[in-house]
Each structure stands twice: as structure tokens, then as C-alpha cells.
């Protein structure tokens, strides 16, 4: 979503526990307290053939207990008797140099929110206001060239995000709709709905506008604007491109793969996404209209949904 631990420091000195001049004399007395083992016993502590260089210690009783402290030895000159180490809490971690690169924090994404219009006398400028759009089309219309487009030449950061695209991250298992409206691809339908959603958030979140594009049926509440609203927020600014039936054959003819629909198949949905005239949503018809074009409309459209957004 990093600090090297070094080895613990040894506990702070004392009494009776790390090193003194007294553990190492057998012989040493202990003022107040009891004498060695050695000591108490009468005897010198076994030593091994090596410690016999020199006689024996005096043997006899143990030192009286009432006698003086002997003062221990000057010390050699230049030594200083250790002090205590000072002690250093384990939780303490030295001072670490700053990052360059690691994490960075990010605002979290949450519902978008209805954009507000500046306090000007004149429509908004749709090309510099961080927002988010859904264009809905049949197949053909023009959705996701037109949202490039417009994403790519915007004066602020945007993002377009395709619910096609995002579906089609399943690549084993795909449901694809031409086979058939079941179970499992509405299932998948609605987590790439769900992933863009919070794809859309996100960027907002972080400044960065948003373009999504789906073939939204008026009339089919599962792919309807409902589950879009509830993933990316009310802020949500939908419009609608619809071209005449023959644009969208032609530009249905072009394409390949699972993308390319039959002629039926176009003519059903373009029948059905009529349902859009008289909802209340802006609508562009790009018939005679290229991509450079519709983009520019677009930007009209968005800027009086800025002003008066749309209720849906």
C-alpha cells in the first residue's frame, strides 16, 4: 500500500546484574553482606593445573563480619569506571529520511454530486469543469468514438470509461449478450456496471473527469439508468446519441468480432432506445454530424445540463 529495526540496546546497568570488578575476584568482600562461596567455606575455589603458578590464598575462617570495608583499588590511570547506559525505549525509531516515491494518500470516492454552475450571466464552460457524463446510444450511434474524442481534447483531466470494455475483461466464461439475455450475462452486466461506477468516483474524487458510454434501454430497468445513478451518484450528466436506423446499419457493418450485431439485432434496439424522445434527457442526433462535430454539440448540451440538470 519500511524502517530497518536494529538489534534491541542491552538493558540499563544494575546492581547484581552485567559486569563488575567484584564477580570476577572470588575473594572479595562483600561490606554488609555475606562473603563469597569461596570464602564462607575456608577454602579456595578449584582452580585448574594452569592456576597454580603463585601459593595459595590464606585459608582460614571467614572474614569477621564486623570488620572494615576494605576501599577498592585506584583506579589504573586513564580508565573511567563505566557509567550507566542510558536507556533507550525499543518503540523509539531514529529519524528517517523522507521518501521520494512510496504511498500517497488519495481522496476516497463517493456518489458525484449535481455540478454547480459559476455565478456568470453566461452558460457554463462545459470544456473546463471536472464532471461526469454517460453517453447512451444504440450500437452504431457513435458512443465510444465520439467519448474518446471529447476525453482526448477537454482542457482538464478526463477519463473514458467503457462498460463494453470493462465487461470484456472476462475472457474465460464471457456471456455474451448475442447468445442470449440469461442469468450470467446480466450478472456480468451489472459487476462492469458496478466496476465503472467506481472507476467514475474515484477519478472524480481526484479531479479527473469522467465520460462513461452504454447502450441504457428506456425500457429495461436492469440496464437502466437507475443502477447507473446509484453507482456514480445523482451528478451523473446522461445524454443521449441517436442517429437515424440506416447510420447506425452502415456503422454497424464496419465492425467485427463480438462487437458486430446482425441487422435484426440493430434495427430491435434502435426501435427501443425511441423510448428516450419525450424522457426529459438531451439528445443529439448525429446523423450528419462527423466525430469532431458531435463532440462540439456535446459540449452545448453539457453546458445547459450544467445550468439545469437534467431530472431523471
Not at 576494605?70 to 573511567?80: E, H, I, L, M, N
Amino acid at each position: 500500500m519500511q524502517h530497518a529495526v536494529g538489534s534491541p540496546l542491552p538493558p540499563p546497568h544494575q546492581s547484581g546484574h552485567g559486569w563488575t570488578p567484584a564477580a570476577h575476584d572470588p575473594g572479595a568482600h562483600h561490606p554488609g553482606g555475606h562473603p563469597g562461596p569461596a570464602a564462607h567455606q575456608g577454602q579456595v575455589p578449584h582452580q585448574g593445573p594452569a592456576a597454580h603458578q603463585g601459593p595459595a590464598p590464606h585459608q582460614g575462617s571467614a572474614p569477621h563480619q564486623g570488620s572494615a570495608p576494605v576501599p577498592p583499588p585506584p583506579p589504573a590511570p586513564g580508565f573511567a569506571p563505566p557509567g550507566p547506559v542510558p536507556h533507550t525505549p525499543h518503540h523509539v525509531q531514529p529519524p528517517q529520511a523522507p521518501e521520494t516515491t512510496g504511498h500517497l494518500p488519495l481522496p476516497p470516492g463517493g456518489p458525484v454530486g449535481m455540478p454547480s454552475a459559476p455565478p456568470a450571466a453566461s452558460a457554463p464552460d462545459a470544456s473546463t469543469t471536472t464532471i461526469a457524463v454517460l453517453l447512451i446510444g444504440p450500437a452504431g450511434a457513435g458512443k465510444t468514438s465520439v467519448a474518446k474524442y471529447w476525453a482526448d481534447h477537454r482542457r482538464v483531466p478526463t477519463a473514458h470509461i467503457s462498460l463494453d470494455d470493462v465487461r470484456e475483461w472476462v475472457r474465460s466464461g464471457f456471456a455474451d449478450p448475442q447468445s442470449g439475455w440469461n442469468d450470467n450475462s446480466e450478472a456480468q452486466y451489472r459487476l462492469a456496471r458496478r466496476t465503472c461506477g467506481f472507476a467514475a468516483r474515484n477519478f472524480l474524487a481526484n479531479g479527473i473527469s469522467c465520460i462513461l458510454d452504454d447502450a441504457v434501454f428506456p425500457d429495461r430497468p436492469v440496464v437502466g439508468l437507475g443502477g447507473w445513478k446509484r453507482h456514480v451518484g445523482p451528478g451523473l450528466l446522461p445524454v443521449v446519441l441517436l442517429p437515424g436506423l440506416e447510420i447506425v446499419l452502415e456503422r454497424n457493418a464496419e465492425r467485427a468480432g463480438n462487437r458486430r450485431l446482425t441487422d435484426e439485432e440493430v434495427a430491435r434496439i434502435h426501435g427501443r432506445m425511441a423510448g428516450w424522445y419525450g424522457s426529459g434527457l438531451p439528445i443529439i442526433d448525429n446523423s450528419q454530424l462527423d466525430v469532431p462535430q458531435t463532440a462540439r454539440v456535446l459540449d452545448d448540451v453539457l453546458a445547459r445540463s450544467i445550468a439545469s440538470p437534467p431530472q431523471w
